[in-house]
């Protein structure tokens, strides 16, 4: 599933007005394809490369089965991710938050490729990814 979304819209804490030319395609990665508990919303079109911001992913900010794109969360991609916005409304525990952690370690290059590689899409990720 792709989601085009206003960042300014569907960001908490986003902070600032961006315009309709802003907008970005990300791709949902549901919990039942990860085994994560959260649905997550991953960068395949190197927005935020371009945009100058860090990798990240968005994690939802409850844990429907269906995706929810309002309040999602930022999470960054790397050795180490941690949340990117301070106090975030959410109804996540510090275990499930610590799964997406593990999840974004775990495929943290192929996360990092999927926003930069025009040769490599959301199935090319999905089918490398590595689970719980």
């Given at each position: ?22 907008m ?6 549901r ?9 997550i919303?991953v ?17 939802q ?11 999602m ?10 949340i ?13 938050v610590?799964a997406?952690?593990?999840?974004v370690i ?12 025009d040769n490599?899409?959301?199935v ?9």
């Amino acid at each position: 599933m792709t989601l085009k979304i206003k960042l300014h819209n569907r960001t908490q804490n986003a902070g600032k007005h961006i315009q309709e030319a802003d907008m970005f395609e990300m791709s949902c990665l549901r919990k039942k394809r990860t085994g994560l508990p959260v649905n997550i919303y991953v960068d395949d079109s190197g927005t935020w490369k371009k945009s100058g911001y860090a990798n990240r992913i968005k994690i939802q900010c409850n844990k429907g089965d269906h995706p929810n794109t309002h309040g999602m969360i930022p999470m960054s991609i790397d050795d180490n991710p941690r949340i990117l916005v301070d106090n975030p409304k959410m109804e996540l525990s510090a275990s499930d938050v610590n799964a997406v952690k593990k999840f974004v370690i775990a495929n943290k290059e192929l996360l990092i490729r999927l926003g930069s590689d025009d040769n490599f899409d959301i199935v090319d990720f999905t089918g490398a990814m590595v689970l719980p």
